[in-house]
């Protein structure tokens, strides 16, 4: 089972925007849109930041949206803050009848 | 609030047992799929398994298809993770999480599994 690709790191000065990818396959990433994106910051538990592609939960900036076009989901940071230096991850479910759930193979974003 | 408190963590021989527990609270356990969700120190997620509401319907990673055991105990608000036949490779953090419409919305803060002789 092979987790979804992401770049290993990506870097942006305070101000401004990013984007990350997280590539899949037709089973997965562009098969629906229950893509999902994780802030993960040292010693802590992730926090979703992005649900079903686009949508944003309560409580999360607007500074982040996301975005899909075929098998690749994206994660855009605008307006860059020192805050958002975390791990980021994407997550997919999957039409696989071995898996579930797939996690991408994560991003450093350093502000 | 919403939360979710794993234990049972430790270290373990190679081919040994250790079952996890996620105590949940804040929220009407018997209403949300589970999953278990592992990151060894310094690498990425990887999903372990899912259990539906119903706590009969699961899913496991191919590593550890065979191995690992996942159910809830809904009365006591409480998922389970049972390990077996442990190797070296699934030393990890394992998280539970809860699945809401799709998303896995509320984290444990993690428990240690160490499997080493």
């Known amino acids: 089972q092979s987790a979804l690709t992401q770049p290993a790191s990506v870097s942006g000065s305070p101000g401004q925007s990013i984007t990350i990818s997280c590539t899949g396959t037709s089973s997965d990433v562009g098969g629906h849109n229950h893509v999902s994106w994780y802030q993960q910051k040292p010693g802590k538990g992730p926090k979703v930041m992005i649900y079903d592609v686009t949508d944003r939960p309560s409580g999360v900036s607007n500074r982040f949206s996301g975005s899909k076009s075929g098998n690749t989901a994206f994660l855009t940071i605008s307006g860059l803050q020192t805050e958002d230096e975390a791990d980021y991850y994407c997550s997919s479910y999957t039409r696989s009848v071995t898996l579930v759930f797939v996690f991408g193979t994560g991003t450093k974003v350093t502000v | 609030d919403v939360q979710l408190v794993e234990s049972g963590g430790g270290l373990v021989q190679p081919g040994g047992s250790l079952r996890l527990s996620c105590v949940a609270s804040?929220?009407?356990?018997?209403?949300?799929?589970m999953h278990w969700v592992r990151q060894v120190p310094g690498e990425g997620l990887v999903w372990v398994s899912r259990i539906k509401s119903d706590g009969i319907t699961t899913a496991y990673a191919d590593s550890v298809k065979g191995r690992f055991t996942i159910s809830r105990d809904n009365a006591k608000n409480t998922l389970y993770l049972q390990m077996n036949s442990l190797r070296v490779d699934d030393t990890a953090v394992y998280y539970c999480?809860?699945?809401?419409?799709?998303?896995?919305?509320?984290w444990g803060q993690g428990t240690l599994v160490t499997v080493s002789s």
């Open positions: 999480a809860r699945d809401s419409d799709y998303k896995l919305d509320f």
């Open positions: 804040g929220f009407t356990f018997s209403d949300y799929w």
